[in-house]
Nanobody, 124 residues
Framework: QLQLVESGGGLVQPGGSLRLSCTAS????????MGWFRQAPGKEREFVGG??????ITFYADSVKGRFTVSRDKNTVNLQMNSLKSEDTAVYYC???????????????????WGQGTQVIVSS
């Protein structure tokens, strides 16, 4: 059974950077599309960025495009977040979708495996 654990969250000032990591256990990530989502208080969970199972395709929400970068290796997926804004404050989750398709899905229901989340607070 695939298990995911996020790390790297914390408090950062506006304009700063953070790097989140999602580490897998129980299975390699080679057969999974990986996504990052976030959920702010009182809001629905939203797609942030994702990467296809072969790493060849990345896709981002318009709100983070040009600031966030998703990367992956065998058992880890990273989310590099630069130029952070207060509106980026949320709990960030990584998620995995088992698939043979080289694509990125943006809907939470498309992902079967989730980490427990890591808090990111952007504040001065």
């Amino acid at each position: 059974q695939l298990q995911l654990v996020e790390s790297g969250g914390g408090l950062v000032q506006p304009g700063g950077s953070l790097r989140l990591s999602c580490t897998a256990s129980g299975s390699t990530l080679a057969d999974y599309t990986m996504g990052w989502f976030r959920q702010a208080p009182g809001k629905e969970r939203e797609f942030v960025g994702g990467i296809s199972r072969n790493g060849g395709i990345t896709f981002y929400a318009d709100s983070v495009k040009g600031r966030f970068t998703v990367s992956r290796d065998k058992n880890t997926v990273n989310l590099q977040m630069n130029s952070l804004k207060s509106e980026d404050t949320a709990v960030y989750y990584c998620a995995a979708r088992s698939t043979l398709v080289i694509a990125v899905r943006t809907t939470p229901d498309d992902y079967a495996y989730w980490g427990q989340g890591t808090q990111v607070i952007v504040s001065s």
